[in-house]
């Protein structure tokens, strides 16, 4: 399998661990993985990007402008600020809504403007943190269900034992389980 995914959003909101999942789900399925994070004062809700490529064609860390299979966007505008580096026939995953980066000052800003112009301009599956994270009590386990999501909709490319399985290697022992039922909110929110 080949497959550039980079996932997007605000410091604080789990991309970095969403990203090491997704690469060490596929190295487990005998890929080669290269991952990498650029981090905008990430602790103050600045950018976050994680580059993830899987496959022998993942020759550096970081995606090429125009080379990713899939966008895992945490939040409205930083997914149309990254879709510069999707493919023209790429999938988007985004979540419906906001959390204000720093990037944004202090422009209003509900998201909706952003949403629409992804769904008008490429592939794309709209997810809800709030709805899919209420049973869970926290926003925190949405960088798992997005995940779910993502395995639902046939775009990650990966198989969900694996990603179970690395979910249980990865996350602290207290958060796994929730974790495990955010992966399968996720998966049910797409079927």
């Not at 993830?52 to 505008?77: C, K, T, W």
């Not at 509900?110 to 926290?138: M, N, Y």
């Amino acid at each position: 399998m080949n497959k550039d995914i980079m996932i997007c959003g605000v410091g604080g909101q789990g991309t970095v661990l969403a990203s090491r999942i997704i690469a060490a789900s596929a190295m487990e399925e005998g890929c080669t993985a290269h991952s990498a994070e650029t981090i905008g004062m990430a602790q103050r809700g600045g950018p976050v990007t994680s580059h993830v490529r899987i496959g022998e064609n993942a020759h550096s860390p970081l995606i090429p402008v125009g080379g990713a299979d899939l966008l895992i966007a945490f939040e409205p505008s930083e997914a149309v600020r990254n879709l510069k580096y999707l493919k023209k026939d790429g999938f988007v995953i985004v979540n419906r809504i906001p959390v204000k980066p720093t990037t944004l000052g202090g422009a209003e800003y509900d998201g909706k403007a952003e949403i629409e112009f992804i769904r008008s301009t490429c592939r794309c599956l709209v997810v809800d943190s709030d709805e899919l994270c209420a049973p869970f009590g926290s926003s925190k386990f949405f960088n798992v269900a997005v995940l779910g999501a993502a395995l639902g909709s046939g775009e990650l490319g990966l198989r969900e034992e694996t990603v179970r399985h690395t979910i249980v290697k990865i996350v602290p022992e207290r958060f796994t389980e929730k974790n495990l039922a955010a992966l399968t909110a996720g998966m049910n929110a797409v079927s």
